[in-house]
């Protein structure tokens, strides 16, 4: 059995939707997108593996200078407002840069 069907069985409800034959632009805009704060992320590097359209990537070497690895932005056009990265990362570290606006 496929590890969806298994997670479908257990939530006992299908509240994942299939996925659409072709993936296009967004229909619809979410109430809100994230956005990080450069100064507060540290980055564990966590987000950006469970963003669910992988919009969250590290900025370019030395964009903040002084800092080693660079910390993560989302490409908040691409965003769809899951809130995912904001649970991820109050629940994995103490730094909470992530805020949601409209
Ligand atoms: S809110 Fe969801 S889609 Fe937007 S950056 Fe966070 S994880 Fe990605
Ligand atoms: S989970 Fe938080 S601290 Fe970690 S990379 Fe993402 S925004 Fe930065």
Known sequence: MAAIDIIKRRL???????VP???GEKKK????V???DMNL???CGKCPEFCPVQCIEYLAPNTLPGRGVQPVQDRFQE???CYI???VCS?????DPIRMYE
Do not use: H, N, Q, W
């Open 29 to 32: 805009r979410p109430r809100e």
């Open 79 to 81: 965003c769809i407002g």
């Open 34 to 36: 994230a956005f990080m």
């Open 91 to 95: 629940l994995l570290t103490d730094y």
């Open 12 to 18: 006992k409800e299908d509240r994942v939707s299939d």
């Open 85 to 87: 990265c904001v649970e």
């Open 21 to 23: 034959e072709e993936i």
């Open 41 to 43: 992320c540290f980055p």
